[in-house]
């Protein structure tokens, strides 16, 4: 895996470049708004990206949110989200992140989350305890937690539910401690700090959940789907992630509740 590793980390780098300059910039604020520097900021980020597994490992597949799949069906599969978190960067938030994960047959075995401003960045590997880079220090370890009623809750938008999944997460939100709103992917990073314990998201696509995966995992947690399975290609989108994994059976209770 050091060299997969060595290519996740020079790819991050390549991403960084390209979104760095954007990040405030008066091109930005004159959008007002406007995704269409961002989504050139996104294009060209993904582009360098595939432009260097292509040289580097050729042999793999790579699916991105900007380009879409190439070679799905690979062994290794390498899924890219180069901006994820594009409100909080057009609103100058530092909560946004570059999202590069590999597959082995289906499965997250490396995830990296980046966030080329405040130069974070986690580094999971299936097996491995996450890494953590940071200016500020810092430990990649969850917290316990034994109850929701101690929780922390983190979700990036009430809106991102679809109306038949509302009622699950409500029932989960009254049972936490409180809930904060606009993480992204940078709340999965703050999970695997043991600042947050629960987080919980739906409509979500391959490049949003893969890459946090053996990052939050790696520091002790866990990601599944809201019936508490393993995610997969073909799961319908709904994540879910807690720092203790003893906080696991009871999240899945409130979200597959009837009713």
């Given amino acids: 895996m050091d060299a997969f590793v060595a290519v996740a980390e020079a790819a991050a780098e390549l991403a960084g470049q390209v979104i760095r300059p954007l990040f405030r910039s008066g091109l930005l604020v004159e959008a007002k708004g406007d995704a269409s520097p961002v989504t050139e900021a996104d294009r060209a980020a993904e582009r360098a990206i595939r432009a260097l597994l292509a040289e580097r490992l050729p042999q793999h597949g790579v699916w991105g949110e900007e380009y879409g799949p190439d070679r799905a069906d690979a062994e ?47 580094l999971g590997l299936t097996g491995h305890p996450t890494r953590f880079r940071s200016p500020f220090g810092g430990v990649a370890r969850c917290r316990p937690c034994a109850t929701l009623a101690e929780a922390e809750l983190s979700c990036t938008s ?5 109306p038949a999944d509302r009622p699950g997460f409500e029932r989960l939100r009254a049972a936490a401690r ?6 992204d992917c940078y709340a999965y990073g703050l999970a695997a700090l043991g600042l947050v314990d629960v987080i919980c998201e739906s409509t979500m696509k391959p490049w949003d959940w893969a890459a946090v995966v053996p990052v939050v995992e790696g520091a002790g947690g866990r990601v599944t789907d809201w019936a508490g399975q393993p995610l997969t290609l073909a799961s319908r989108g709904q994540v879910l992630a807690v720092g203790d994994p003893r906080l696991l059976p009871a999240a899945v209770a409130h979200l597959q509740a009837p009713g």
Avoid at 178 to 183: I, L, N, Q, Y
């Fill in 76 to 122: 290794y599969l390498w899924v890219l989200d180069p901006i994820d978190g594009t409100r909080a960067f057009v609103t100058g938030r530092p909560l946004f992140g570059t999202l590069i994960a590999l597959l082995h047959r289906g499965r997250p075995v490396l995830g990296l989350i980046d966030q080329p401003v405040t130069g974070e960045r986690w």
């Fill in 158 to 162: 009430p809106d991102m539910f679809e």
């Fill in 178 to 183: 409180r809930v904060t709103w606009g993480g």
